[in-house]
Structure formats: C-alpha cells, structure tokens
C-alpha cells in the first residue's frame, strides 16, 4: 500500500476491479433455476451422441431461453449446429465467438445463438440492441456463457450444462428444465 491508509491510483484501480468482479460473480450466483422443475443426467460417449441430443432438443423445445454452460471445449457450439441442422437449417453453422450473436430464421422461426464468452461488461448487450432481439416474439435464445451476461439476459427455460471428464471423448450433461415432456423423452437416451 502506498502508507498507512493511503491507497496509490493503481491499488484503487485494482481494488475497483476486484469489487467489480466480485460483483459480477454474485450476480451469476443468482439461481437461474428457481423455476424449474425437473432435470436429468446424461453422458455423451461421442458425437454421435451429441447429435442425438440435439435432435432430441430440437423435438422438443421451439421457443424460449436455453443456457448453454461448459468449459472452452465442452461442445456448447457442437451441440448448438447439430440443434440448429436439426430444426432444418442447411449450411455452415457459424461460432457467435466474435459477433456476440448469429441470428437465423428456419422455416420462419427465429433463432438467437449467442456466445457471451468475450464480453467485457454485461451493459455492452444493451449497447448492441439486445432488446431488440428479445423481443422478438416465439423465438428460441441460445446462450453460451450466459453468466456474462448477467441482468441483461432473460432467466432460462432449460439450462444445460455440460461437462468435460478425464476421457477426452465423454461428456457429462445436466438438463435443468420447465418441461415434464423433455425430461420424458430424455429418460431413455443412456440406455
């Protein structure tokens, strides 16, 4: 410290940035799951696998939030263009990595793939117009790393997290969700 109770520009400039991440991560603490109900366990062995799930999600969930959670590397994005190949989409399925956003229209429905990872500060999504995107009605919101986005981004419908294990290859996925019905169709998915 610069003396007894004298803090330097530098030391105010970290303290500041300490307390703002500190608030950051309270703010992704908030539980983003207090209006769900129902949730599952699934272990993705391959790709294969993953692109069961996304046909399954795809059946199953048209409209609404959906967090995608997981390390860099987890599959977020895989499982996000296998989702999108399977509500019809043709061609390239791009990483929203840095556009913050890739918006598409599949058989006139609205989907929102966002990818929140490089953002510096959740009020940049207001700055992009990110109401504008929300308000987009029976759309379907695709969110990796939605604890970035903090306040600015809707609760979620469905969360999915998904996690890497000591075999590079498996995947371990918690689905969190409002659905009865997806939970049911996912019961069988490991058998």
Same mark, same amino acid.
């Given at each position: 410290?610069?003396?007894?109770?004298?803090?330097?520009?530098?030391?105010?400039?970290?303290?500041?940035?300490?307390?703002? =991440? $500190?608030?950051?991560?309270?703010? =992704?603490? &908030?539980?983003?799951?207090?209006?769900?109900?129902?949730? =599952? &366990?699934?272990?993705?062995?391959?790709?294969?696998?993953?692109?069961? %799930?996304?046909?399954?999600?795809?059946?199953?969930?048209?409209?609404?939030?959906?967090? %995608?959670?997981?390390?860099?590397?987890?599959?977020? !994005?895989?499982?996000?263009?296998?989702? %999108?190949?399977?509500?019809?989409?043709?061609?390239?399925?791009?990483?929203?990595?840095?556009?913050?956003?890739?918006?598409?229209?599949?058989?006139?429905?609205?989907?929102?793939?966002?990818?929140?990872?490089?953002?510096?500060?959740?009020?940049?999504?207001?700055?992009?117009?990110?109401?504008?995107?929300?308000?987009?009605? $029976?759309?379907?919101?695709?969110?990796?790393?939605?604890?970035?986005?903090?306040?600015?981004?809707?609760?979620?419908?469905?969360?999915?997290?998904?996690?890497?294990?000591?075999?590079?290859?498996?995947?371990?996925? &918690?689905? !969190?969700?409002?659905?009865?019905?997806?939970?049911?169709?996912?019961?069988?998915? $490991?058998?």
């Amino acid at each position: 410290m610069g003396g007894k109770g004298v803090i330097n520009q530098t030391e105010y400039e970290s303290s500041w940035a300490i307390s703002f =991440c $500190n608030a950051i991560i309270r703010s =992704c603490l &908030k539980p983003v799951v207090s209006a769900m109900q129902y949730s =599952c &366990k699934l272990s993705l062995s391959n790709e294969l696998d993953t692109q069961k %799930l996304a046909q399954k999600l795809a059946q199953h969930i048209a409209e609404g939030v959906i967090y %995608l959670i997981g390390d860099l590397g987890a599959g977020k !994005t895989t499982l996000s263009r296998y989702w %999108l190949q399977n509500l019809g989409h043709q061609g390239t399925v791009k990483s929203p990595t840095y556009t913050l956003v890739e918006p598409y229209n599949i058989a006139g429905k609205d989907i929102f793939h966002f990818d929140l990872y490089r953002l510096n500060d959740p009020y940049e999504l207001e700055l992009m117009g990110i109401r504008d995107y929300l308000d987009v009605p $029976n759309a379907l919101f695709l969110f990796e790393w939605p604890s970035k986005g903090g306040e600015e981004i809707p609760q979620a419908d469905h969360v999915i997290d998904i996690q890497k294990t000591d075999d590079e290859m498996v995947r371990e996925v &918690k689905i !969190t969700s409002i659905s009865a019905e997806l939970m049911t169709a996912l019961q069988d998915f $490991n058998l």
